[in-house]
């Protein structure tokens, strides 16, 4: 297999809006492939003008010309999967079973990239075929085809991901940003407002740019949205792939299993309409009237207007 025969959806949104939300709505999809984490692919050799904005962790990953294959996979961050796979006990998903081994991991790496050759397309397919294939108690269907990963704010990189894997597609997450900006302040370290709507921003810059570049294979979906009805947005994000809308998109998962609430994938617990609009109301009036202002191109853009009038 090659990286031109890689199908694979990307997820992309800024931190705290619905990303991992909505990862875990496809979770449980028959078809899909679905990483167990945030896939933070990005390397510390990313330098470029988005650099100081965003955590490289989170970027399209950039290699060394001159690395072998296992200094490769060793660049790759990863953070949430490597800290779980060998370190279970300061993870926060230590909860959950996943019999993993990233050694494993990383010999059957090596061993696609001997047979495809190594390069930033070639790498990413053999970094997620090498998850699943060392993922013990993983739910197989003996129907996955297509591969998902999940990486806040990689839509920055998505003209790189769609120029470079023909079968890619990308799904970028918004969210309104009251809702979005008050979760983030419940982080230990949260970002002021001005930096954080500047991330929001630039997101919603991209997202509608590329999707006017790579029309068919960029969607861009309201995490309102699948809140409000996963199946019904979600379903023709998978038609769009080749895949069935399965029923399954109507609950959150981990490996097929229900959850009860997202948390700890991300801040948002109960995926609802009514706990996104409760969240925007804990704002003050002075930070709901801020956030307007700074994001005021995009609130006609996606409709959220009148998001605070109940609208």
């Not at 003996?142 to 990689?154: F, K, N, R, T």
């Not at 704002?283 to 998001?307: P, V």
Request: aromatic fraction near 12%; hydrophobic fraction near 40%.
């Amino acid at each position: 297999m090659s990286s031109d025969d890689f199908r694979f959806l990307m997820l992309s949104a800024m931190y705290e809006n619905g990303g991992n939300t909505t990862h875990r709505f496809l979770d449980g999809h028959p078809q899909m492939w679905v990483y167990p984490f945030e896939s933070q692919i990005g390397t510390a050799l990313v330098k470029d003008a988005l650099s100081a904005a965003f955590p490289v962790k989170y970027r399209w990953p950039v290699f060394d010309l001159d690395a072998t294959a296992f200094q490769d996979y060793k660049a790759i961050i990863d953070e949430e999967g490597k800290v779980r796979a060998r370190t279970p006990h300061v993870s926060k998903f230590r909860h959950m079973p996943f019999d993993f081994s990233d050694d494993e991991r990383c010999r059957i790496y090596q061993e696609h990239v001997a047979r495809t050759g190594r390069g930033r397309a070639e790498n990413v397919a053999a970094f997620f075929r090498s998850t699943f294939e060392a993922w013990k108690d993983y739910r197989r269907t003996g129907e996955q085809s297509v591969y998902v990963g999940y990486s806040p704010i990689i839509v920055v990189d998505a003209d790189k991901i769609l120029a470079e894997l023909p079968q890619a597609h990308v799904l970028h997450v918004v969210r309104n940003p009251w809702s979005a900006y008050a979760d983030t302040k419940k982080r230990a370290v949260p970002l002021s407002l001005a930096h954080y709507l500047l991330g929001w921003t630039l997101n919603q810059h991209y997202a509608l740019l590329f999707q006017r570049l790579f029309p068919g294979r960029m969607h861009v979906v309201r995490a309102e949205d699948v809140m409000a009805d996963p199946r019904g947005t979600l379903g023709p994000v998978c038609e769009k792939l080749g895949l069935e809308p399965a029923d399954t998109l109507k609950a959150p998962t981990w490996n097929g299993q229900v959850l009860e609430e997202v948390y700890p994938w991300g801040t948002i617990r109960r995926a609802t309409p009514e706990a996104n609009r409760a969240t925007a109301a804990e704002l003050s009036e002075a930070e709901r009237d801020e956030i307007a202002e700074r994001a005021w191109q995009y609130l006609d853009a996606f409709d959220y207007r009148g998001f605070l009038n109940g609208r």
